[in-house]
């Protein structure tokens, strides 16, 4: 059975920071492609960050410089360090892995940026 488990969510403060952690089981992990997702509510989901297996990176413009994705292979997890967090980064984050046609997600973690 495939599972991605997210954890490391929470409130933060503006200027702020988080690491959001997700864990992946049963899939081959070094050959799949990982991103990071977030969606608030009335909004549609968007790609934050990515990670392929190779290691190239992407980020959306709102993120560049504040956000750092990375990933673990001996330990199957990938990573979103966040930095300066903003009010608008308050989101459901959810990660997911991506091979082929198979595409895998975790069940989401809320982050709040308030003061």
């Known amino acids: 059975q495939v599972q991605l488990v997210e954890s490391g969510g929470g409130l933060v403060q503006p200027g702020g920071s988080l690491t959001l952690s997700c864990e992946a089981s049963g899939i081959i992990f070094i050959i799949y492609d990982l991103g990071w997702y977030r969606q608030a509510p009335g909004k549609q989901r968007e790609l934050v960050a990515s990670?392929?297996?190779?290691?190239?990176?992407n980020y959306v413009d709102s993120v560049k410089g504040r956000f750092t994705i990375s990933r673990d292979n001996t330990g199957n997890t990938t990573y979103l360090q966040m930095n300066s967090l903003k009010p608008e980064d308050t989101a459901d984050y959810y990660c997911?892995?991506?091979?082929?046609?198979?595409?895998?997600w975790g069940q989401g973690i809320q982050v709040t940026v308030s003061s």
């Open positions: 997911e892995a991506r091979y082929s046609d198979s595409s895998y």
């Open positions: 990670i392929t297996s190779d290691g190239a990176v």
